[in-house]
């Protein structure tokens, strides 16, 4: 028998506003850790995938769109750009490392992207079986793709026209898997990647095949496209220039991956304030609930805590034990709170669409410490009152009455 | 062990209500008597320690007993005296043995668990220790109340009214059982009342 003993039998015994009160908290703080720890992962994700990317050339047009579909492989692509004039940047003194890109095929929704040996490099990138793709129509593929489409090495495919779906399929070159990627967390895992030629093939055959043009059988490379440059500067110093030279005197557009990922987030941002407002109202209804419940029992308590008093507790020891009830309310109500947030999370996870950007319940953040502070603060301010009822119960009068 | 010397009390807004002088010594049994509203339930008040009075003193074992700290009063009363009330309140979301047990834990004295279950089998109610307040006969309740009273073996048991909500047969057994387990736990007895089945228990009155 202790105060922790009287005061859960208390709440016990009154079930339904300890119920009420404990989902209360939990919701308020249940969608504050959501909050908290999706914005979190997404923050996470953007950074990961952009890391060591400093500049993204690509056709003229929203420059978030640029980054969006050639840093985080979410939305289409702006356009293309002539090969030519990326050679041309690509060998520009400013730059340390440039990145060729060729978007334009799908497999089962995961993106076929055509590239060099610079792209494994600017990512780090491993096999963790076979080897990196050499000749056309190899591809090496990320460990998502390799572990939900069952493809193994030595398998053969096709792929589809268009970023997602497979409506179009081009059956005329099958790609060959000859090597599966290590898992690195990020955009990578996601991809198939093959070289730069493989994706000309498979859009010249088409191009033969409907047109029947006399095209040059030994085209240059001077005269294709590709979708983007990833550039890596030799010294920060270029930040400044290279962009405005590129946006003025190219006619291809230079997007900032920082500076996008930052305009993304703020207007995301919005919807986490509002979202993080209503969570708060929710969390101070919790408070007023609990404040207004234990108000009004202390209208029959004051019997209990009479008794209390003439059995020897002092005022203190029972105003503790109100202020106890409160806090452990709001105590249980903020860890169900955090439990079903990162359930609810886990579960987003799962039925989530893009694979590129799934968010889990499964880590934590440490502002979530600050949610638990912040429910025993509001256990505490509602209880407050309450128990301050304590030391105005006279108790000989309170006992003498009938109940 | 008790004194109560000159003491009288004034109510906010009431007449003044003295009290004879008054000397209980160990283990005495006392009647208080006195018609409705002439100040029993008051002078019980003032010996628990609840109620200041307007003037006078108590001594209790030569301590005046309104000369502690709020909090030594308190910690007085839960070790030294038991109180037991018209209507026997419990605190109704624990259970029988719990509501023992809170006497001991409230007044910070370890739990004797066998001793209780002994307390409630000699006021013959050992069958219901786990058993909630809200399951009991008024007749059961006043039982437990008393075995309540008598867990922390004080010096001094008081009784206001005990009997009034009990029918004849339970009224006899209550005032047996009080003065029994008084004598038997070494303790001093107040029964305040005006209940005429009382009076043949008890030599010593106290006429208010
Ligand atoms: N809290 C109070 N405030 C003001 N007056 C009070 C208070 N309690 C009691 N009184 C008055 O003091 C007088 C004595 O009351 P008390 O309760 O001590 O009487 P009692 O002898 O116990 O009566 P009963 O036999 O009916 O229980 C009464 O006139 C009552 O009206
Ligand atoms: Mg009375």
Redesign the pocket.
Known sequence: MNIFKISSKNLVRNKLTTILNIILVAFGVGILSILFLASNQIGNKLEKNAKDIDLVVGAKGSPLQLILSSIYQIDYPTGNIPAKDAYKLAHHPMVKRAVPLALGDNYNGYRIVGTDTSFSHLYGLSVLKGNFWQKDLEVTIGSTVASTSKLKIGDYFFGAHGLTGNGDIHKQHAYVVKGILKPEGNITDNLILTNIGSVYKMHEEKHKETHHAAAAEAKEINDKQITALLIQYKSPMSVILFPRMVNQSTNMQAASPAMESARLFSLIGIGIDTLQWFAVFIMAIAALSIFISLYNAMKERKYDLAIMRCLGASKSKLFFLVMFEGILVTLIGTCLGLLIGHAALEVIGVYQESSQAKLTGLTAVPQEIYLIWIGLFIGSLASLIPAMQIYKV?I??TL?KDR | MINIRSLS?V?????K?KFPDWQIEDMDQWLLL????????????IISGLLKPTQGEILINDTDLYTLSARSTDRFRGRHIGIIF?RPHLIRSLNVLDNLELAAVMAGVPIDHERNLLLLKDLGIGNLAKRYPDELSQGQLQRVSVARALVNKPDLLIA??PTSSLDDENAAQVIEMLTTQAKDNGAALII???DQRVREHIAKTYL?
Do not use: M, V
């Open positions: 006279d000989a009068a003498t | 009390h109510y906010e807004k009431g007449r209500i006195g018609a409705s509203g002439c100040g029993k339930s008051t002078l019980l008040n018209q206001d009214e305040a009342t005006h208010l």
